[in-house]
Nanobody, 124 residues
């Protein structure tokens, strides 16, 4: 069982930055690949970024590639999402998720555990 708690969301102006954190419980955090997803009002939850259990493989949605960076600290059971050059269209609730095994990092149904989400609002 893995419990995930996101933090770091808030209100920021376009062009600004935020750093999201996701703290995980459990001693097996380093065995899980981690992902960030987001869901805007009236839209489906969509993939943002993912990182393999070792941190050696990174994946990004085209819409955030070059602006967002995912990283993890297995010693602290935490995964991060650094978001730079934020745009109003990045406004959404951001969720972190954990998955055990498999090669699909992009689908919501590939993930086993989810956090409660943190709101990110980017004003124009």
């Amino acid at each position: 069982q893995v419990q995930l708690v996101e933090s770091g969301g808030g209100l920021v102006q376009a062009g600004g930055s935020l750093r999201l954190s996701c703290a995980a419980s459990g001693r097996t955090f380093s065995s899980y690949a981690m992902g960030w997803f987001r869901q805007a009002p009236g839209k489906e939850r969509e993939f943002v970024a993912a990182i393999s259990w070792s941190g050696g493989s990174l994946y990004y949605a085209d819409s955030v590639n070059g602006r967002f960076t995912i990283s993890r600290d297995n010693a602290k059971n935490t995964v991060f999402l650094q978001m730079n050059s934020l745009k109003p269209e990045d406004t959404a609730v951001y969720y972190c998720a954990a998955k055990w095994g498999g090669t699909n990092y992009f689908s919501t149904n590939a993930y086993d555990y989810w956090g409660q989400g943190t709101q990110v609002t980017v004003s124009s």
